[in-house]
Antibody, heavy 126, light 107 residues
Framework: EVQLVESGGGLVQPGGSLRLSCAGAGFIFSSYSMNWVRQAPGRGLEWVSY????????YYADSVKGRFTISRDNAKNSLYLQMNIVRAEDTAVYYC???????????????????WGQGTTVTVSS | DIQMTQSPSSLSASVGDGVTITCRASQDIRNDVGWYQQTPGKAPKRLIYAASRLQTGVPSRFSASGSGTEFTLTISSLQPEDFATYYC?????????FGGGTKVEIK
């Protein structure tokens, strides 16, 4: 069974740091690009960051650029999100999400988020 | 950045009703749209990818269409388990962006 399990969430003070982890199982982790998506309490979904399968390419939302770093260790089937200088507005459930590659006859190879972890909760408060 | 404008933000419907949710993109995004269903306290679940492809295992009462800037998700006959919040997502370019969500409630 394909599975993603996040960990590392918790209570952190404003300005502090936290490292989230996501363990993949049931698929060839090193073949898939990955994302972090978050959801603030009572709010919608917000994409946070992307990393390619090799780790060579990374993208970030403007709201976290310069503060968060996405990384991965394919030997450990793991994805990470290093969160620094956290703010109250970073309070959210953080989901690890796999990107599925598929072929479309009109547009060629594309990616679509398919499998989601159960999420880990980050609370930024003093 | 590409904006995804989703409507309505909420709707009330009865079991057996058909409903349609719309997402409009601020620029042409081909068919690079997915639709996700989220129930309270749970992670989102993919229903549709590439604008109209049904995820394996998703009931056929769910369908979707669109390309370019306008996309729709239709539920042909609402079932009790369909009362949830639905989101569209564009994966045409970074930063990826979600629609604001549509909460489907029981009338």
């Amino acid at each position: 069974e394909v599975q993603l399990v996040e960990s590392g969430g918790g209570l952190v003070q404003p300005g502090g740091s936290l490292r989230l982890s996501c363990a993949g199982a049931g698929f060839i982790f090193s073949s898939y690009s990955m994302n972090w998506v978050r959801q603030a309490p009572g709010r919608g979904l917000e994409w946070v960051s992307y990393i390619s399968s090799s780790g060579a390419t990374r993208y970030y939302a403007d709201s976290v650029k310069g503060r968060f770093t996405i990384s991965r260790d394919n030997a450990k089937n793991s994805l990470y999100l290093q969160m620094n200088i956290v703010r109250a507005e970073d309070t959210a459930v953080y989901y690890c999400v796999r990107d599925e590659e598929f072929y479309d006859i009109l547009t060629g190879y594309n990616y679509a988020m398919d499998v989601w972890g159960q999420g880990t909760t980050v609370t930024v408060s003093s | 950045d590409i904006q995804m404008t989703q409507s309505p933000s909420s709707l009330s419907a009865s079991v057996g009703d058909g409903v349609t949710i719309t997402c409009r993109a601020s620029q042409d995004i081909r068919n690079d749209v997915g639709w996700y269903q989220q129930t309270p306290g749970k992670a989102p679940k993919r229903l549709i990818y590439a604008a109209s492809r049904l995820q394996t295992g998703v009931p056929s009462r769910f369908s979707a269409s669109g390309s370019g800037t306008e996309f729709t998700l239709t539920i042909s006959s609402l079932q009790p388990e369909d009362f949830a919040t639905y989101y569209c997502l564009q994966q045409n370019s970074y930063p990826l962006t979600f629609g604001g969500g549509t909460k489907v409630e029981i009338k």
